[in-house]
């Protein structure tokens, strides 16, 4: 074998191991976000969430501090991590309400997500942090500029409304349908939603 052979050979395995050190730092980093996310979901439901330090965060997740500020530089980065990824989730399985392909069956696919994710949303509702949950989607609604102002009020009272229920639905226990809830919907909102989409 050649010189030359022999370089590009030590060369292909030191890429193939640095691409190996990649994977499996990406996969712990995911490992250490899911932790700790799981964790704050615990600990907000034992108490206030201004009380949850991230030393406490750090332990009931059995990461390190240092894993912890790795990925975020505090907890209510945790939070807005858990919020925006349950949002882009469900905009990606079910579509924008403010697109003009919206139909009435957007809110059955709408609580059908909503029951799914019901182990990750009841906690932060029943904690009371459903007015924090609806800043964080109104600020992505007021981040629409296809919407006029006037739409953007609209858009504001429909997802207001639809939090709203859902949070009454998920504390009462999901006793109606995604059907039903999706009839109550329909029922009150009928070509009530701007559309961002012309």
């Given at each position: 074998?050649?010189?030359?052979?022999?370089?590009?050979?030590?060369?292909?395995?030191?890429?193939?191991?640095?691409?190996?050190?990649?994977?499996?730092?990406?996969?712990?980093?995911?490992?250490?976000?899911?932790?700790?996310?799981?964790?704050?979901?615990?600990?907000?439901?034992?108490?206030?969430?201004?009380?949850?330090?991230?030393?406490?965060?750090?332990?009931?997740?059995?990461?390190?501090?240092?894993?912890?500020?790795?990925?975020?530089?505090?907890?209510?980065?945790?939070?807005?991590?858990?919020?925006?990824d349950i949002h882009s989730e469900l905009i990606q399985k079910v579509g924008s309400p403010f697109c003009r392909t919206f139909s009435a069956c957007w809110y059955e696919d709408m609580?059908?997500?909503?029951?799914?994710?019901?182990?990750?949303?009841?906690?932060?509702?029943?904690?009371?942090?459903?007015?924090?949950?609806?800043?964080?989607?109104?600020?992505?609604?007021?981040?629409?500029?296809?919407?006029?102002?006037?739409?953007?009020?609209?858009?504001?009272?429909?997802?207001?409304?639809?939090?709203?229920?859902?949070v009454y639905w998920l504390k009462c226990g999901m006793k109606e349908t995604p059907e039903q809830m999706a009839s109550y919907c329909d029922k009150c909102f009928v070509g009530f939603?701007?559309?961002?989409?012309?």
């Amino acid at each position: 074998m050649t010189e030359e052979n022999c370089g590009n050979r030590k060369m292909a395995h030191s890429d193939e191991r640095l691409a190996g050190l990649r994977r499996h730092s990406e996969e712990v980093n995911k490992l250490v976000v899911e932790s700790l996310q799981g964790a704050l979901l615990l600990l907000i439901g034992q108490k206030p969430y201004e009380n949850i330090t991230v030393t406490e965060l750090c332990r009931k997740a059995g990461v390190s501090r240092m894993a912890f500020y790795g990925n975020f530089q505090c907890k209510d980065d945790i939070f807005r991590r858990i919020v925006t990824d349950i949002h882009s989730e469900l905009i990606q399985k079910v579509g924008s309400p403010f697109c003009r392909t919206f139909s009435a069956c957007w809110y059955e696919d709408m609580f059908r997500f909503v029951e799914e994710k019901s182990d990750i949303l009841e906690p932060i509702f029943a904690a009371g942090y459903h007015d924090k949950y609806l800043q964080m989607v109104n600020s992505t609604v007021l981040r629409l500029s296809a919407l006029s102002d006037e739409e953007k009020y609209l858009a504001l009272l429909w997802t207001g409304a639809i939090i709203n229920a859902t949070v009454y639905w998920l504390k009462c226990g999901m006793k109606e349908t995604p059907e039903q809830m999706a009839s109550y919907c329909d029922k009150c909102f009928v070509g009530f939603i701007p559309r961002a989409e012309r």
